[in-house]
């Protein structure tokens, strides 16, 4: 050491410094050996010096693992953590962590595993690219660690749990996809590379994106559910130990949610928005964890200075519109260079460690040695004794504005830095996409001017061979000329030859014939022998067949005849050939003395055809030699054009093969579409669920036309399968509608009667099997041309035949007479009601006339609160009307009122019903008032019809109701004009009630004058009567069930539903 001066000690501090930092920047890693002589200086924030000896080493790392992961509550130190990713550096592995960890007893204590995942995540993200190779060997033990603490619901066991399947996942992620590095930092080319530009592999890469992000939220999650946030648990040594090794779950969630943007955009590039419905909605899910994630960690106090976490947008980019893509922002997070730990000191980049070196170790030395020794370090001034009060004071004053002048400063020093870091960042990126761009340009000039200089080389061999082909049809011209001429000799002499030949050969004929007539003259001369000697023994031998005999004999006679007729025919012809053949003869002497002259001329022809095949196969040798050259350059164009052709063809068929791919990708869904369909309709909760046969053909009807479009792409498929873009629609619209079908054919079944309702419910099952087995012939290869979905639509036909049967028949008159009805009946109730309250105005003036005292005030308190009830119905039927009216214009488009009800007939149908109901109720009702009124009727009767009319209105209101606008001014009129009429009804049975209680005589009950047994039988008496009416009480329920259960089957029929027996 220099010195023991405060010079010295810096100069010495610094020298060991710089150069550790030289040997760093030279690429030594084991150069941090240089820092054991320096720092132990480094102060308790720096990492301890790595030593370059592999025991020393294996035994340092061994060491900091151990500190690493430990059972104390507090989070891992930053140094040692440092130390444990530079060994895996070091020995390019992670042998010497797996053997230390495996002695700890990470099954017994849930700290030490948490902290032991927390070391292993940072090894996978920053170590050395063997770690991950070292540590899938120990997936399974993970696995079974992970299930075990899962079992604790208290405290780290289930975040140890969650972590523990968070590293499994990494680790498979990483296994499946190596071309991602630990720390997930990837360029968009890097990114695409990865999917080898084929869409099924960013399909799947992205749902493992997905689960990836999904296992990060979830421990996420389960940390800050483990918080007692009410608290200020983030500056907490418990706290920071569970907050820590979220600072890589961030920097994991980032990269992840980045990728999982820029994958769907590929994918929706790619495929239709159909197929990435589930990416979109998982997407969403994870989107809004993911904010709200990174919102309530950035407002934690233990983050701010550890980290810069970023925020997502406001909303979900939308992956439809393409060019959202170019407004997506890769969120990134900063990690600010003096808050890597808060137990570690600011990390300085060992690059940039030379020019900051001198105030660095300043610093240093102040902590080491304390401020006071490098201000007097040898106590000058206390050896003087000087009064020194008011200079301490100035002195530490001084020290205080130092103090905060060097914190200002270290954190300007840090912000810079760290803006200089990312700039820095962007630089390289920049510069590496500016030199790719530049070496694309460079590869496209270059292929430019290759492919210029072969057109040019192509365009002079088009032109030779041009020339040379002109030179080749000028001699083939002469060639062919005197070929032409020689030919025309050589006809001529074969014609010569033919002509010698023929007559040789009739010679030869005519000898034949006479050879043969000469052999038949024989033959007849032998027969004729044989003949008579047939016909001696015939005669010899029997007498009776003599005429037989005679008859043969004269047959034989002809023939023998016919024999010699023909002999001498035979010989006239023998003269006449011989007569030709001597004129033959003399024909061919003077053809032979032709030929002779012939084969002179032939020969001068031979001589002259010499000299002519002389220079012809010189000629033939030059157009040899250039055809030869012309072949050449034949073959090697034919070469380049079957290697491109060949290229062509690859490439159509990975085409025909990739849209196949599609084609089974879009069938396996539509399949899963229908067998989701076929499996709801044991679901107990669809059981429920109705429907009406007409909104059944409906489907139906579509589900048809669009069997009709599947075809007819099938077949356009069929002529051109690198084509499937006609097709992937049909069949995502065909299992749409099948499966719509199939569920409302089942729960219009559960309105439907029981026959019916089973075929019904069997045919739809049966048209759910029969579309998978067209959907699986379409995903086989060898049964796509032969698929045929005739079945489907043989099924589907059957449905509609059952949907038509369970159509409501409706009122006895025509569709097109709806509507008149419905005006007719409405115009009916209206004047009912007219009339009901005319009556009971009557009624009210009569009662005034004739009555007096209590029953005057029970019929006018009765009356006048029918009156009311008359006002609010008559209210409550105009305002139908009109709400009625709006229905109609607003839903019937272009077609007439009566077209509307006609088309909605169940609904017109319910109108009609329920304006009946009103006007029966209020006729029946004034009749009840007016028998109460002469005290003929009961009380009630008037009750129960007042209660009656209020269900019949309210059955008009729910009618009006079902067609009409939510937010429609007369829907609210109408609602407003059924709660006048629920009141002014309350008002009536009130009335009625309290009439009743004034009327009715009470008996007075005095039992004083009656005996015990008077008493006693008056007892067994009303005992007696309570039975008798609780009897009838029980009958009248049976009957009133009974009748109700009858008006629901005439009802039914009204409405057109079908009694089970009828079937």
Same mark, same amino acid.
């Given at each position: 050491?220099?010195?023991?001066?405060?010079?010295?000690? $810096?100069?010495?501090?610094?020298?060991?410094?710089?150069?550790?930092?030289?040997?760093?920047?030279?690429?030594?890693?084991?150069?941090?050996?240089?820092?054991?002589?320096?720092?132990?200086?480094?102060?308790?924030?720096?990492?301890?010096?790595?030593?370059?000896?592999?025991?020393?080493?294996?035994?340092?790392?061994?060491?900091?693992?151990?500190?690493?992961?430990?059972?104390?509550?507090?989070?891992?130190?930053?140094?040692?953590?440092?130390?444990?990713?530079?060994?895996?550096?070091?020995?390019?592995?992670?042998?010497?962590?797996?053997?230390?960890?495996?002695?700890?007893?990470?099954?017994?204590?849930?700290?030490?595993?948490?902290?032991?995942?927390?070391?292993?995540?940072?090894?996978?993200?920053?170590?050395?690219?063997?770690? /991950?190779?070292?540590?899938? $060997?120990?997936?399974?033990?993970?696995?079974?660690?992970? *299930?075990?603490?899962?079992?604790?619901?208290?405290?780290?066991?289930?975040?140890?749990?969650?972590?523990?399947?968070?590293?499994?996942?990494?680790?498979?992620?990483?296994?499946?996809?190596?071309?991602?590095?630990?720390?997930?930092?990837?360029?968009?080319?890097?990114?695409?590379?990865?999917?080898?530009?084929?869409?099924?592999?960013?399909?799947?890469?992205?749902?493992?994106?997905?689960?990836?992000?999904?296992?990060?939220?979830? %421990?996420?999650?389960?940390?800050?559910?483990?918080?007692?946030?009410?608290?200020?648990?983030?500056?907490?040594?418990?706290?920071?130990?569970?907050?820590?090794?979220?600072?890589?779950?961030?920097?994991?969630?980032?990269?992840?949610?980045?990728?999982?943007?820029?994958? %769907?955009?590929?994918?929706?590039?790619?495929?239709?928005?159909?197929?990435?419905?589930?990416?979109?909605?998982?997407?969403?899910?994870?989107?809004?964890?993911?904010?709200?994630?990174?919102?309530?960690?950035?407002?934690?106090?233990?983050?701010?200075?550890?980290?810069?976490?970023?925020? /997502?947008?406001? &909303?979900?980019?939308?992956?439809?519109?393409?060019?959202?893509?170019?407004?997506?922002?890769?969120?990134?997070?900063?990690?600010?260079?003096?808050?890597?730990?808060?137990?570690?000191?600011?990390?300085?980049?060992?690059?940039?460690?030379?020019?900051?070196?001198?105030?660095?170790?300043?610093?240093?030395?102040?902590?080491?040695?304390?401020?006071?020794?490098?201000?007097?370090?040898?106590?000058?001034?206390?050896?003087?004794?000087?009064?020194?009060?008011?200079?301490?004071?100035?002195?530490?004053?001084?020290?205080?504005?130092?103090?905060?002048?060097?914190?200002?400063?270290?954190?300007?020093?840090?912000?810079?830095?760290?803006?200089?870091?990312?700039? *820095?960042?962007?630089?390289?990126?920049?510069?590496?996409?500016?030199?790719?761009?530049?070496?694309?340009?460079?590869?496209?000039?270059?292929?430019?001017?290759?492919?210029?200089?072969?057109?040019?080389?192509?365009?002079?061999?088009?032109?030779?061979?041009?020339?040379?082909?002109?030179?080749?049809?000028?001699?083939?011209?002469?060639?062919?000329?005197?070929?032409?001429?020689?030919?025309?000799?050589?006809?001529?002499?074969?014609?010569?030859?033919?002509?010698?030949?023929?007559? %040789?050969?009739?010679?030869?004929?005519?000898?034949?014939?006479?050879?043969?007539?000469?052999?038949?003259?024989?033959?007849?001369?032998?027969?004729?022998?044989?003949?008579?000697?047939?016909?001696?023994?015939?005669?010899?031998?029997?007498?009776?067949?003599?005429?037989?005999?005679?008859?043969?004999?004269?047959?034989?006679?002809?023939?023998?005849?016919?024999?010699?007729?023909?002999?001498?025919?035979?010989?006239?012809?023998?003269?006449?050939?011989?007569?030709?053949?001597?004129?033959? &003869?003399?024909?061919?002497?003077?053809?032979?003395?032709?030929?002779?002259? =012939?084969?002179?001329?032939?020969?001068?022809?031979?001589?002259?055809?010499?000299?002519?095949?002389?220079?012809?196969?010189?000629?033939?040798?030059? %157009?040899?030699?250039?055809?030869?050259?012309? *072949?050449?350059?034949?073959?090697?164009?034919?070469?380049?054009?079957?290697?491109?052709?060949?290229?062509?063809?690859?490439?159509?068929?990975?085409?025909?093969?990739?849209?196949?791919?599609?084609?089974?990708?879009?069938?396996?869904?539509?399949?899963?579409?229908?067998?989701?369909?076929?499996?709801?309709?044991?679901?107990?909760?669809?059981?429920?669920?109705?429907?009406?046969?007409?909104?059944?053909?409906?489907?139906?009807?579509?589900?048809?036309?669009?069997?009709?479009?599947?075809?007819?792409?099938?077949?356009?498929?069929?002529?051109?399968?690198?084509?499937?873009?006609?097709?992937?629609?049909?069949?995502? =619209?065909?299992?749409?509608?099948?499966?719509?079908?199939?569920?409302?054919?089942?729960?219009?079944?559960?309105?439907?009667?029981?026959?019916?309702?089973?075929?019904?419910?069997?045919?739809?099952?049966?048209?759910?099997?029969?579309?998978?087995?067209?959907?699986?012939?379409?995903?086989?290869?060898?049964?796509?041309?032969?698929?045929?979905?005739?079945?489907?639509?043989?099924?589907?036909?059957?449905?509609?035949?059952?949907?038509?049967?369970?159509?409501?028949?409706?009122?006895?008159?025509?569709?097109?007479?709806?509507?008149?009805?419905?005006?007719?009946?409405?115009?009916?109730?209206?004047?009912?009601?007219?009339?009901?309250?005319?009556?009971?105005?009557?009624?009210?003036?009569?009662?005034?006339?004739?009555?007096?005292?209590?029953?005057?005030?029970?019929?006018?308190?009765?009356?006048?609160?029918?009156?009311?009830?008359?006002?609010?119905?008559?209210?409550?039927?105009?305002?139908?009307?009109?709400?009625?009216?709006?229905?109609?214009?607003?839903?019937?488009?272009?077609?007439?009122?009566?077209?509307?009800?006609?088309?909605?007939?169940?609904?017109?149908?319910?109108?009609?019903?329920?304006?009946?109901?009103?006007?029966?109720?209020?006729?029946?009702?004034?009749?009840?008032?007016?028998?109460?009124?002469?005290?003929?009727?009961?009380?009630?009767?008037?009750?129960?019809?007042?209660?009656?009319?209020?269900?019949?209105?309210?059955?008009?209101?729910?009618?009006?109701?079902?067609?009409?606008?939510?937010?429609?001014?007369?829907?609210?009129?109408?609602?407003?004009?059924?709660?006048?009429?629920?009141?002014?009804?309350?008002?009536?049975?009130?009335?009625?009630?309290?009439?009743?209680?004034?009327?009715?005589?009470?008996?007075?009950?005095?039992?004083?004058?009656?005996?015990?047994?008077?008493?006693?039988?008056?007892?067994?008496?009303?005992?007696?009567?309570?039975?008798?009416?609780?009897?009838?009480?029980?009958?009248?329920?049976?009957?009133?069930?009974? =009748?109700?259960?009858?008006?629901?089957?005439?009802?039914?029929?009204?409405?057109?539903?079908?009694?089970?027996?009828?079937?």
């Amino acid at each position: 050491m220099p010195g023991t001066s405060q010079k010295g000690i $810096r100069e010495w501090a610094a020298s060991s410094w710089h150069e550790a930092a030289a040997a760093l920047r030279a690429g030594d890693l084991d150069a941090t050996q240089a820092l054991t002589g320096a720092g132990r200086a480094g102060g308790p924030g720096q990492p301890e010096p790595f030593p370059s000896h592999p025991s020393t080493a294996s035994v340092f790392q061994t060491v900091s693992i151990n500190k690493a992961i430990n059972t104390q509550e507090v989070a891992v130190k930053e140094k040692h953590a440092r130390t444990c990713i530079l060994g895996t550096h070091h020995e390019k592995g992670a042998q010497t962590f797996w053997s230390v960890v495996n002695r700890l007893p990470l099954s017994g204590n849930a700290v030490l595993c948490w902290k032991f995942c927390h070391v292993f995540h940072k090894l996978l993200r920053d170590g050395h690219s063997n770690v /991950l190779k070292d540590s899938v $060997r120990y997936k399974n033990e993970l696995s079974d660690m992970s *299930r075990m603490w899962g079992h604790l619901s208290e405290g780290y066991g289930q975040l140890c749990s969650i972590y523990l399947k968070l590293l499994r996942t990494k680790m498979e992620f990483h296994t499946k996809n190596p071309r991602f590095p630990g720390n997930l930092q990837m360029s968009d080319r890097q990114l695409d590379e990865a999917g080898e530009n084929d869409v099924n592999n960013f399909f799947q890469l992205t749902v493992e994106m997905f689960d990836y992000l999904e296992c990060e939220l979830n %421990l996420f999650q389960t940390v800050f559910s483990s918080l007692d946030m009410s608290r200020s648990v983030s500056v907490t040594a418990a706290g920071q130990c569970r907050l820590a090794p979220l600072i890589q779950v961030i920097l994991d969630c980032s990269h992840l949610y980045d990728y999982t943007v820029k994958l %769907l955009f590929k994918l929706h590039s790619c495929l239709p928005a159909d197929t990435l419905q589930g990416h979109r909605d998982r997407f969403l899910e994870q989107f809004r964890k993911l904010k709200d994630l990174f919102y309530r960690s950035s407002n934690l106090q233990y983050f701010k200075r550890l980290i810069q976490i970023p925020q /997502l947008p406001e &909303n979900p980019p939308n992956f439809l519109r393409a060019s959202a893509l170019s407004e997506h922002i890769s969120p990134v997070v900063v990690i600010p260079a003096e808050a890597s730990s808060p137990d570690s000191e600011p990390i300085t980049d060992l690059v940039e460690m030379e020019t900051a070196s001198q105030s660095l170790f300043d610093n240093k030395f102040d902590d080491i040695f304390g401020s006071s020794f490098s201000s007097d370090p040898f106590n000058f001034n206390s050896q003087n004794g000087m009064n020194k009060d008011d200079k301490d004071r100035l002195i530490e004053q001084l020290y205080r504005e130092i103090g905060a002048l060097k914190e200002e400063l270290e954190s300007f020093k840090a912000e810079s830095e760290r803006h200089s870091l990312q700039l *820095r960042g962007r630089i390289s990126e920049l510069e590496a996409e500016l030199a790719e761009q530049r070496h694309l340009k460079q590869q496209a000039l270059d292929d430019s001017e290759f492919l210029r200089t072969e057109l040019e080389e192509l365009k002079k061999q088009r032109e030779d061979t041009e020339k040379a082909q002109r030179s080749l049809t000028e001699i083939e011209r002469r060639a062919q000329a005197n070929e032409q001429r020689y030919s025309k000799l050589k006809e001529k002499y074969s014609e010569l030859v033919q002509n010698h030949a023929d007559l %040789l050969r009739k010679n030869a004929e005519v000898t034949k014939q006479v050879t043969v007539a000469r052999q038949a003259q024989g033959d007849v001369e032998r027969e004729k022998k044989e003949l008579e000697d047939s016909f001696q023994r015939v005669s010899e031998q029997s007498q009776r067949k003599s005429q037989e005999q005679a008859e043969v004999l004269e047959t034989l006679k002809r023939e023998l005849a016919a024999s010699k007729q023909e002999l001498q025919v035979l010989q006239g012809t023998l003269e006449t050939s011989m007569q030709a053949g001597a004129e033959q &003869n003399t024909r061919i002497a003077g053809l032979e003395q032709e030929r002779d002259s =012939l084969s002179h001329a032939a020969a001068q022809h031979s001589k002259d055809m010499a000299a002519l095949q002389a220079e012809l196969q010189q000629l033939r040798d030059m %157009l040899s030699s250039e055809k030869e050259s012309n *072949r050449k350059e034949l073959e090697t164009l034919q070469t380049q054009l079957q290697d491109k052709e060949s290229a062509e063809r690859t490439l159509q068929q990975r085409r025909a093969e990739e849209q196949f791919a599609l084609l089974q990708g879009s069938v396996r869904e539509a399949e899963r579409m229908v067998q989701d369909a076929l499996g709801r309709l044991e679901d107990p909760a669809h059981i429920s669920c109705t429907g009406s046969a007409d909104y059944l053909l409906s489907r139906t009807s579509a589900a048809s036309e669009c069997i009709e479009k599947l075809q007819d792409a099938h077949s356009k498929y069929l002529a051109n399968r690198t084509d499937v873009s006609t097709l992937l629609p049909c069949v995502a =619209l065909f299992a749409h509608l099948i499966s719509d079908t199939i569920l409302q054919g089942s729960a219009t079944s559960h309105m439907a009667p029981m026959e019916p309702a089973d075929r019904l419910l069997e045919t739809c099952k049966q048209c759910g099997s029969e579309a998978i087995s067209y959907l699986s012939s379409l995903q086989d290869p060898g049964s796509v041309a032969s698929a045929d979905c005739t079945a489907v639509t043989d099924c589907l036909r059957r449905i509609s035949t059952i949907g038509e049967e369970l159509r409501p028949r409706g009122l006895d008159v025509k569709q097109e007479e709806l509507g008149d009805l419905v005006d007719k009946e409405m115009a009916a109730t209206s004047a009912a009601i007219e009339t009901a309250a005319a009556r009971i105005e009557e009624m009210l003036s009569k009662a005034r006339a004739g009555d007096t005292g209590v029953k005057l005030e029970v019929n006018e308190r009765i009356l006048g609160s029918c009156t009311s009830l008359m006002q609010a119905i008559q209210v409550l039927v105009l305002a139908s009307k009109d709400l009625q009216r709006e229905i109609v214009e607003s839903g019937r488009g272009a077609a007439s009122p009566k077209e509307f009800y006609a088309k909605n007939s169940r609904w017109t149908e319910g109108l009609i019903s329920a304006s009946k109901a009103v006007g029966w109720g209020a006729t029946v009702m004034v009749d009840a008032a007016d028998l109460v009124v002469q005290g003929k009727g009961k009380f009630e009767e008037l009750m129960v019809c007042s209660h009656e009319i209020a269900a019949s209105t309210a059955q008009l209101v729910a009618a009006s109701k079902v067609k009409a606008d939510k937010d429609s001014t007369n829907l609210s009129k109408l609602q407003q004009a059924s709660r006048s009429v629920n009141q002014a009804t309350a008002g009536v049975v009130a009335s009625t009630k309290s009439g009743k209680s004034q009327i009715e005589e009470k008996d007075s009950m005095d039992f004083s004058s009656m005996t015990l047994t008077q008493i006693k039988r008056q007892e067994m008496d009303s005992q007696v009567r309570v039975l008798e009416l609780e009897n009838q009480l029980q009958k009248e329920r049976q009957k009133l069930g009974e =009748l109700r259960k009858k008006h629901y089957e005439l009802a039914g029929v009204a409405e057109g539903w079908e009694e089970d027996g009828t079937d």
